[in-house]
T-cell receptor
């Protein structure tokens, strides 16, 4: 398996623009997580899905952030409008819904909002 | 709710010396514990995990960690540091076995702040 695939790897956008980050989880995994990593706040869980259904979105910072999972093999994280403080590395991870399993992470998308 | 504290945001060790990274957790139920490593410009990679059974867990690249319930700790060690160990290390906790595991937020990982390891030649 190719692992968790995220695109793009790097994104530079201007303040106010819409940004869409994409994730393809490992086939067969039924949990998908979106994390944000910054120097100031470390790794933060934004939202996670189980069987394509959002379970906990309490980490989503504002209404400008939204996430969808239309099917088991694809998820998006959208920021509209983007702001400079959204600059961070965004990670997608997936896992099996079994008690003793770990999460597998993608390579991340480095977002810079200027 | 669970939380993780990693003592020391930066650790510097000499090549060949012991690596010791500290992790303490807080959990209202028995936890599952994980150590991940992040190399520059990479995602997180699992080093090792404790779920049930033996409290001393061996992982990849010569690392091991010991779950100590009485101390609520899960410290990571490696007897002899190598230059390739320079990276950032994250301790994480997740809700452990529970009757309500599936219904609760059982699969959510909570991470510590990370410890960046520098290896000196």
């Amino acid at each position: 398996d190719a692992g968790v695939i995220q695109s793009p790897r790097h994104e530079v956008t201007e303040m106010g623009q819409e940004v869409t980050l994409r994730c393809k989880p490992i086939s067969g995994h039924d949990y998908l997580f979106w994390y944000r990593q910054t120097m100031m706040r470390g790794l933060e869980l934004l939202i996670y899905f189980n069987n394509n259904v959002p379970i906990d979105d309490s980490g989503m910072p504002e209404d400008r952030f939204s996430a969808k999972m239309p099917n088991a093999s694809f998820s998006t994280l959208k920021i509209q409008p983007s702001e400079p403080r959204d600059s961070a590395v965004y990670f997608c991870a997936s896992s099996l819904g079994r008690e003793n399993t770990e999460a597998f992470f993608g390579q991340g998308t480095r977002l810079t909002v200027v | 709710a669970q939380s993780v504290t990693q003592l020391g945001s930066h650790v510097s060790v000499s090549e060949g010396a012991l690596v010791l990274l500290r992790c303490n957790y807080s959990s209202s139920v028995p936890p599952y514990l994980f150590w991940y490593v992040q190399y520059p410009n990479q995602g997180l990679q699992l080093l090792l995990k404790y779920t049930t059974g033996a409290t001393l867990v061996k992982g990849i690249n010569g690392f091991e960690a010991e779950f100590k319930k009485s101390e609520t700790s899960f410290h990571l060690t490696k007897p002899s540091a190598h230059m390739s160990d320079a990276a950032e290390y994250f301790c994480a906790v997740r809700r452990g076995p529970s009757v309500l595991w599936i219904k609760a937020a059982g699969n959510k990982l909570t991470f510590g702040g990370g410890t960046r390891v520098l290896v000196k030649p």
